[in-house]
């Protein structure tokens, strides 16, 4: 098949200049998106809808959302299975869900390290970085 040939070429090309990661493709992301769900110090604070871009385009982010009841168990779900020792000193992590057309969702990514939280979307979310920053910055100096 030309169209797979062609995939391993491209694949093959990227591995040599660098590690990737490949994902299956799945429908439910060009109809709604992949919705961000935004842990701070605890708590789920808010979500927001990524579009997928395709080639050069430009990102497209919504405005901030509440989880839903269904997204609010899954991300616990998600961050409950990080070790308890890391959990624990978690001060942020954000959960990429999408819909997996059968009326559940999939995990598209559990970012801890250097995640955009899409604060700008919802400035309580900044503000509750910032105080949980502050309270951890205060536990060690004391």
Do not use: C, N
């Amino acid at each position: 098949d030309v169209y797979k040939r062609q995939a391993l070429a491209f694949l093959a090309s990227l591995l040599a200049e660098r590690d990737v990661m490949i994902q299956p493709y799945v429908a439910t992301v060009e109809v709604g998106g992949e919705r961000s769900l935004v842990w701070i110090d605890g708590a789920l604070s808010h979500a927001v809808v990524k579009q997928p871009r395709f080639s050069a385009d430009q990102e497209t982010v919504s405005e901030a959302l509440t989880p839903t009841p269904a997204e609010r168990d899954f991300a616990e779900r998600a961050l409950a299975l990080v070790p308890g020792p890391v959990r624990e000193q978690l001060l942020y992590a954000r959960v990429d869900v999408f819909a997996d057309g059968e009326g559940g969702l999939l995990l598209s990514e559990l970012e801890l390290i250097e995640p955009s939280l899409f604060l700008e979307q919802h400035p309580p979310a900044l503000a509750a970085l910032v105080a949980a920053i502050d309270r951890r910055m205060g536990q060690r100096s004391a």
